[in-house]
């Protein structure tokens, strides 16, 4: 699931508000920090809304946002969007079978090793940073 923000200031202060997740906002120097800042604030307002028992509400489309009339005024103002991505950790783990490269899997195992983690934790944070830099 990713969350649409918006982005906004200049270098060396730009901010991050997520208008989905009202007073979910985020910020850094760059807008590379802003955005990996802005995916620890996504998660920690979901799981403390969880706690409350809080309903989340379900992403809009970059679409729809613009249609709506504080977020078209933010773009206007010179916003961008951006998506966040939110990843929650459900507190199991769950079994796959995986098809890979058998020298891909043995680059894994190495990296892995050199890490002191096993292959699943390997790949888990590896797959976990892909998603939460995507922007």
């Known amino acids: 699931m990713r969350y649409v923000a918006i982005v906004d200031g200049k270098p060396g202060a730009f901010g991050i508000v997520?208008?989905?997740?009202?007073?979910?906002?985020?910020?850094?120097?760059?807008v590379d920090e802003a955005l990996r800042n802005a995916v620890e604030a996504v998660t920690l307002w979901v799981e403390d809304a969880r706690a409350d028992g809080e309903k989340i509400a379900k992403p809009r489309s970059a679409e729809?946002?613009?249609?709506?009339?504080?977020?078209?005024?933010?773009?206007?103002?010179?916003?961008?969007?951006?998506?966040?991505?939110?990843?929650?950790?459900?507190?199991?783990?769950?079994?796959?079978?995986?098809?890979?490269?058998?020298?891909?899997?043995?680059?894994?195992d190495e990296a892995a090793a050199r890490r002191g983690l096993t292959r699943s934790a390997f790949l888990a944070s590896a797959a976990r940073e892909k998603i939460e830099n995507e922007g």
Not at 18 to 30: A, I, Q, Y
Not at 77 to 84: K, M, Q, S, W
Not at 95 to 107: I, Q
């Open 64 to 108: 729809k946002l613009r249609r709506d009339p504080e977020v078209a005024e933010a773009l206007a103002r010179g916003g961008i969007l951006a998506y966040v991505p939110l990843v929650l950790d459900a507190a199991r783990p769950v079994k796959a079978n995986l098809s890979l490269d058998a020298g891909l899997l043995n680059a894994i």
């Open 18 to 30: 997520v208008p989905d997740l009202p007073g979910c906002t985020s910020g850094g120097r760059t």
